[in-house]
């Protein structure tokens, strides 16, 4: 077991190693793991996630709600502590790998360069999520020191292709093995339970710190009134790439023209996620027609293909569910179509019910899927 995991260890690196029998949030302070995930040369493409959180941990940790929970507070400190007694053990301060010579950044890009046999600058930049002007110079000195070699491209000589020399693939191997030899013998110390504990964290924890720092170029906040004709045109691309047109749809609402105005009341809010001053996805919550003063409705809440897949619509509707709950809101109801795959795992994941048949009166009939949480 220990020798089918040293791979995956290895690839992801040791950031959960603290996390063996212990359930943790994913809200954690991840400043000092950029120290040690580097001490593992084949985190190349991880490394560059785990740098960037030196500024995002605030607000990776109190995603969800506002205010932060005295557990999570201890979680914090915990996991800051393990943290930098695991950069001690590793031996990682002096940031030289295992008395190689080579620095850090050195062992990235000779993993990276390896993977993909030969990159330009730009491929490598983007496999290490690295600036240009850094992972040049870092080139420079690797071809200095005869690891690397770099080529014209006979389509373009203005660009140069580099990939490692004889010499280079012996120091990247020479690398590789004093990384699983280190991985190998701290899982001799863990049962099988707790070595794919430690795998499955990893996976965890990588797949929150990547979607964090998509979700970093991206802002939330209250619609305004300019924000009407691209919330408008939005929803309607959105409704029609779904072929949700027609009768008993939403995307002839009159809300729909004038979103602003429609929210801009103390039963209602709507957010809109803008980049660029451009509006690419939002989502509101308002009374259900119908439904009684304590049952809210979620409405209107679309997002542009470039929004999908990274946490962007879990982030939304959880500020929104605590929007409904600062109104009084009980009960917060849906209606949304099954060939919305990705919504309707979304809410299915928040703890969203599955209903029978549709709450108050809507006039959404064209729906054929309708959910509801208590709040």
């Given at each position: ?268 809010c709507y957010q809109v996620v803008t980049a ?91 729906s054929d899927c309708w959910y509801a949480i208590?709040?």
């Amino acid at each position: 077991m220990a020798e089918a995991c040293v791979g995956a260890v290895v690839l992801l690196g040791p950031i959960a190693v603290f996390l063996c029998g212990e359930k943790i949030t994913l809200a954690v302070n991840a400043w000092v793991i950029c120290f040690f995930v580097g001490k593992f040369p084949i985190l190349a493409s991880f490394f560059k996630e785990v740098v960037f959180y030196n500024k995002m941990v605030e607000s990776f940790c109190f995603r969800r709600y506002p205010k932060l929970m005295a557990s999570e507070e201890t979680n914090v400190r915990e996991v800051r502590q393990y943290s930098r007694q695991l950069v001690r053990e590793l031996d990682v301060v002096d940031g030289v790998y295992l008395g190689t010579g080579y620095s850090l950044s050195q062992c990235h890009v000779l993993f990276e360069l390896s993977r993909h046999q030969a990159l330009n600058l730009m491929g490598l930049s983007a496999s290490l999520l690295a600036d240009k002007s850094n992972i040049s110079r870092t080139l420079k000195k690797l071809i200095e020191l005869g690891l690397v070699q770099s080529d014209r491209v006979d389509t373009d000589h203005r660009q140069k292709m580099f990939s490692l020399t004889v010499n280079g693939k012996k120091v990247l191997k020479t690398t590789i093995d004093l990384a699983d030899q280190q991985v190998r013998q701290a899982l001799e110390n863990l049962t099988d339970e707790q070595q794919q504990q430690v795998i499955e964290g990893m996976q965890l924890y990588a797949g929150a710190l990547k979607k964090s720092r998509l979700q970093s170029k991206y802002e939330i906040r209250k619609i305004q009134k300019r924000d009407n004709p691209q919330i408008a045109r939005l929803i309607r691309e959105v409704l029609t790439e779904y072929q949700a047109i027609g009768a008993g749809s939403s995307i002839d609402d009159t809300e729909v023209s004038d979103m602003f105005a429609s929210y801009h009341n103390k039963l209602s809010c709507y957010q809109v996620v803008t980049a660029d001053n451009r509006v690419v996805g939002g989502a509101g919550i308002g009374p259900l027609a119908g439904g009684g003063k304590s049952v809210c409705e979620l409405r209107k809440m679309f997002f542009l293909p470039e929004l999908r897949g990274f946490g962007m619509g879990r982030r939304l509707l959880m500020l929104l569910l605590d929007e409904a709950r600062e109104r009084g809101y009980k009960k917060c109801y849906l209606e949304t179509l099954d060939r919305m795959w990705q919504a309707n795992a979304l809410y299915r994941k928040c703890g969203f019910e599955l209903l029978a048949k549709p709450l108050g009166n809507t006039g959404h009939k064209a729906s054929d899927c309708w959910y509801a949480i208590k709040l």
